[in-house]
């Protein structure tokens, strides 16, 4: 299974990014999916996830500026990123859960840079 991201740069505060990350390899469909972030000397944290029905849910520092979707089609998850600030600046990485017997496995992918400059 590999989730491979996409999307990610360097926009200046204010600006905008769209990030990608499609799944494939697996013959389970995923139920939830997310966007995570590391800033340097942080712990890895929950952006937003998504359920395979399009529940959506946020972190604080998300809400009305990003918006999670994904297109179950193509196994993919996108993160619109808006009004970007120079704090959002982190590795973004993509997980996507499946379930077999109750048996969830979670899977990441290598992760995509965001940079906000001042």
């Known amino acids: 299974v590999r989730l491979v991201e996409s999307g990610g740069g360097l926009v200046q505060a204010g600006g905008s990014l769209r990030l990608s990350c499609a799944a494939s390899?697996?013959?389970?469909?995923?139920?939830?999916m997310g966007w995570h972030r590391q800033a340097p000397g942080n712990q890895r944290e929950l952006v937003a996830s998504?359920?395979?029905?399009?529940?959506?849910n946020y972190a604080e520092s998300a809400k009305g500026r990003f918006t999670i979707s994904r297109d179950n089609a193509k196994n993919t998850v996108y993160l619109q990123m808006y009004s970007l600030k120079p704090e959002d600046t982190a590795v973004y990485y993509c997980?996507?859960?499946?379930?077999?017997?109750?048996?969830?496995?979670?899977?990441w992918g290598q992760g995509t840079q965001v940079t906000v400059s001042y």
């Open positions: 390899g697996s013959d389970l469909e995923f139920n939830d």
């Open positions: 998504i359920t395979s029905v399009g529940i959506t």
């Open positions: 997980s996507g859960e499946t379930r077999y017997y109750g048996i969830a496995t979670e899977y």
